[in-house]
Structure formats: C-alpha cells, structure tokens
C-alpha cells in the first residue's frame, strides 16, 4: 500500500458540512415536509462478512419533486400512489477491521438521487432506492510488526498509510412499521471503494452496508406531502 500525504483540513471540512446540514434541517418550520428533513443512519459496513466493522453518518435531502397517480383498489375503492425523487447529500465515518493484516478508516462526502415510494395502498409502508458518490479519505493501519530496508538491514517502522477513496453505490431500503409520518428506514447498501493511490494505479475495493436510518424529526403530520 502507498501513502498519500494527508490532507490537513478535511476535517473541518467534514465538521462544515455537518453543521451545514444541521442548520438548513432545522431553520425550515417546525412541521417538517415528510422525508425532507435531516437523517441519521448507522449499521454495518465492511468488505462483505470477512472484513466487519461499523459507520455512522449524517444526510439531508433537498430538491424533492412528487409524482401522484391514482390507482384502483380491487376491494375498497381507488387509492393513490406516491413516487418522490429527491438529491441527498451527507458524510459519514466507517471503520473496519481485516483479521492479521490491517484496520481501516474512511470518512467520505457523498452526493446521490433517491426515489421513494409507497407500497401498495399502505400510506406509511415506503421502499426506496438510491445511487451515491462519494469522495472518501482513507487510513489505514496495519497489524503486526513491519520492516523496511536500511543500510545495516532492515528497522522497525509504524505501518500506517492514507489514501483518496472515490466511491460509487447502490441503496435499497424499506420502511418500518410506524404510525410516523416519516417512519425509519431498514436498508442495504453496494460499495465500489477505488483506493488512489495503490501502487502505480489503483485497488479497487467491494463494501457491504447494511443498517437503519431514522429523521431527526419525528412529527405525525399526513401520511405525504406534496
């Protein structure tokens, strides 16, 4: 693995965001437009079941456009179908750990497009799905003892290395039972992680996500709001 001199204000620039977000979430009125409000997710995430860890992270959706169509019920009348699509923009932090070769840690800006959509006649039974990039910062360290090459042989040295982390994924999720008018989500999520540098090019890496996301704000307002 090669080293990326580490970029010294990223930090704050996740710390910006956060506080962005946090900000345009609640300076908007106290009854919240449904999914339109700011989110917490946290779960799994590793490179599938070998390599297992944990994330958190933060997000807000803006730019939602709602498409209504009427629908038919077999017994009980018409009822109507909701789809509403909407840009999303978060960060979060992950951590995982690979057994006898290294931790890894990530914190990554993402930009994606979600769609939302009830199930059937259920007001508050929703599915979504979701497609992301991201921009990540990754650190890793690795276990056990390393060496390098000197001129009496070879000297101790700390395993440890950074990296940019492009990302692109896939999201799939679905409602919980609530009486909510935004209830939380369960969700599962692809990663394609591209470590830059690795060697003269780069490594491309596979993620598993899976956990919940719930709103900031619980309110108990209709079902869905144009």
């Not at 276990?143 to 000297?155: V, W, Y």
């Not at 470590?195 to 491309?204: A, I, N, R, S």
Request: proline share 5%; aromatic share 20%.
């Amino acid at each position: 693995m090669n080293s990326l001199k580490p970029l010294p204000h990223f930090s704050f620039f996740l710390f910006g965001l956060y506080f962005f977000s946090y900000q345009i979430g609640w300076s908007q009125d106290s009854t919240f437009s449904q999914f339109e409000s700011l989110e917490w997710e946290v779960g799994y995430f590793g490179e599938f079941a070998t390599h297992p860890g944990l994330k958190a992270g933060i997000s807000y959706p803006f730019g939602h456009k709602l498409k209504v169509r009427e629908k038919e019920k077999k017994y009980g009348g018409p009822f109507q179908i909701y789809k509403k699509r909407q840009w999303i923009v978060g960060s979060n932090l992950a951590f995982y750990h690979q057994p006898n070769n290294h931790n890894g840690y990530l914190a990554t800006i993402e930009l994606g497009k979600r769609r939302i959509k009830n199930k059937s006649y259920y007001r508050n039974r929703y599915t979504f799905w979701a497609w992301e990039l991201g921009f990540g910062y990754y650190r890793y360290q690795l276990l056990g003892n390393t060496f390098r090459p000197s001129a009496i042989g070879f000297e101790k040295i700390r395993g440890n290395g950074t990296a940019i982390m492009p990302s692109l994924s896939c999201q799939w999720g679905r409602s919980l039972k609530s009486k909510k008018a935004h209830p939380g989500f369960i969700y599962i999520k692809f990663h394609s992680l591209y470590e830059v540098p690795f060697g003269t090019g780069f490594q491309l890496r596979l993620a598993l996500e899976s956990g919940v996301i719930y709103s900031f704000s619980q309110d108990t307002v209709s079902p869905i709001q144009p």
